[in-house]
């Protein structure tokens, strides 16, 4: 599965944005979805998941009541909103597919086969 990240930007502390995640090449809905990010000198880190089965959530407790994840499977799009941006929530954000059923635990960047190119978010505070 091809995936292509987009959305990201600069924007002030306490702001929105939302990213998005346009997926192809595989059945959307066999895969599990997550977002990652990494910021300058730091780990890639989970943000985000939604399973491909039911639209179960999970999240990071940095984001979780700040950040929502959902995803379209009608057209094989996920999506990261984003509010009430911190500074701290700077770095480059990934969209990544895991099969169903496949390696885990879905925090875990290891899990995911496919990757996107990363989109830059900026908070400025």
């Known amino acids: 599965v091809q995936l292509q990240a987009s959305g990201g930007g600069l924007v002030q502390a306490g702001g929105s944005l939302r990213l998005t995640c346009a997926a192809s090449?595989?059945?959307?809905?066999?895969?599990?979805m997550g977002w990652f990010r990494q910021a300058p000198g730091k780990e890639r880190e989970f943000v985000a998941v939604?399973?491909?089965?039911?639209?179960?959530?999970d999240y990071a407790a940095s984001v979780k009541g700040r950040f929502t994840i959902s995803r379209d499977n009608t057209k094989n799009t996920l999506y990261l909103q984003m509010n009430s941006l911190r500074s701290e929530d700077t770095a480059v954000y990934y969209c990544?597919?895991?099969?169903?059923?496949?390696?885990?635990?879905?925090?875990?960047?290891?899990?995911?086969?496919?990757w996107g190119h990363g989109t830059q978010v900026t908070v400025s505070s």
């Open positions: 090449g595989r059945i959307f809905n066999n895969y599990d």
């Open positions: 990544a597919a895991s099969a169903i059923g496949g390696v885990r635990p879905l925090y875990s960047p290891r899990s995911y086969a496919y």
């Open positions: 939604v399973s491909g089965i039911g639209g179960v959530t």
